[in-house]
């Protein structure tokens, strides 16, 4: 990919094409090698680590409204990844939960993740690793419920997946 067109463009370009890009690639890998999309993966992972939830509040923590997620867990019930259940205490509510065969599919995956493999040199360096970490999370948290519509009144905890849904855009 010819990238020197781009030497010279606003940061926010810069970031905007890195994203498309890396969820590109990310994207491919997932589906390939697990038969995951990245929107299954933080719905996985969200439920692998905090337990059976609420469809709501699976939603907030994973950045989609919840009619989105609706069709992401009738794709993972579907594979026996989940399952869902009436709330105990309130029965208008679907609390879902992962299976053993959720966990067994995330489970390499989250080995990867975790791994702190770099993924180019300037993650390799902890000091200017440091400094994109910081960029990045100061990007995520600048943007507005009127700015993002689309985006939950409820972040995520710092090490829950990101837009798991590949919507794009600044939020």
């Known amino acids: 990919m010819e990238s020197d067109g781009l ?5 926010g370009r810069l970031l ?12 491919r890998r ?3 090698e697990y038969g995951l999309t990245q929107a299954g993966l933080a719905t996985l992972m969200t439920l692998d680590r905090y337990g059976a939830l609420t469809h709501r509040a ?3 923590r994973c950045f989609v409204r919840p009619a989105t997620l609706t069709g992401i867990v009738d794709t993972l ?7 869902r259940h009436r709330d105990g205490t ?9 299976t053993a065969a959720g966990r067994d599919r995330i489970a390499p995956v989250a080995a990867l ?3 702190g493999a770099p993924l180019t040199s300037v993650d390799a360096d902890p000091g200017r690793a440091a400094v994109i970490r910081e960029f990045l999370l100061e ?3 600048s943007g507005t419920r009127e700015d993002c519509p689309d985006t939950p009144a409820t972040p995520a905890a710092p090490d829950t997946p990101a837009t798991p849904d590949g919507s794009g855009g600044p939020c």
């Open 7 to 11: 030497r010279d463009a606003p940061l």
């Open 16 to 27: 905007v094409v890195a994203g498309h890009l890396v969820a590109q690639r990310w994207n």
């Open 30 to 32: 997932l589906a390939e």
């Open 58 to 60: 699976v939603a907030d």
């Open 77 to 83: 019930e579907r594979d026996g990844l989940v399952t």
């Open 90 to 98: 309130d029965r208008r509510a679907v609390r879902l939960a992962i």
């Open 113 to 115: 993740i975790h791994s």
């Open 139 to 141: 990007v995520i948290g």
